[in-house]
């Protein structure tokens, strides 16, 4: 079992940075895969950026790559997502995800075994 553990989320006018912050406890591996994704209200899960357990690999969505960085300190087993240059249209739930046993990194939901409860990001224009 993996928990995790979401924080860093807020209100923040357009062009403006947050920085979400996860905790994962539990049985973590050095095959385990973390991700973000988000969800704006009335619209799916969509997929924001993972990273490889060692921080070796990254995968980002068109929509987010050049404006956020997704990174690991995998010995504190925290999952970091820097977010600049932020858009109305970033403005969703937040969801951490992990997959224990990964031998790539996926931008499907299906993928990943477990999920935090989500932390809102508002950006006003």
């Known amino acids: 079992q993996v928990q995790l553990v979401e924080s860093g989320g807020g209100l923040v006018q357009a062009g403006g940075s947050l920085r979400l912050s996860c905790v994962a406890s539990g049985r973590t591996f050095s095959s385990t895969a973390m991700s973000w994704f988000r969800q704006a209200l009335g619209k799916e899960r969509e997929f924001v950026a993972a990273i490889n357990w060692s921080g070796s690999s990254t995968y980002y969505a068109d929509s987010v790559k050049g404006r956020f960085t997704i990174s690991i300190d995998n010995a504190k087993k925290m999952v970091y997502l820097q977010m600049n240059s932020l858009k109305p249209e970033d403005t969703a739930v937040y969801y951490c995800?992990?997959?224990?046993?990964?031998?790539?990194?996926?931008?499907?939901?299906?993928?990943?075994?477990?999920w935090g409860q989500g932390t809102q990001v508002t950006v006003s224009s």
């Open positions: 995800a992990a997959r224990v046993i990964a031998n790539r990194l996926s931008d499907s939901p299906s993928a990943y075994n477990y």
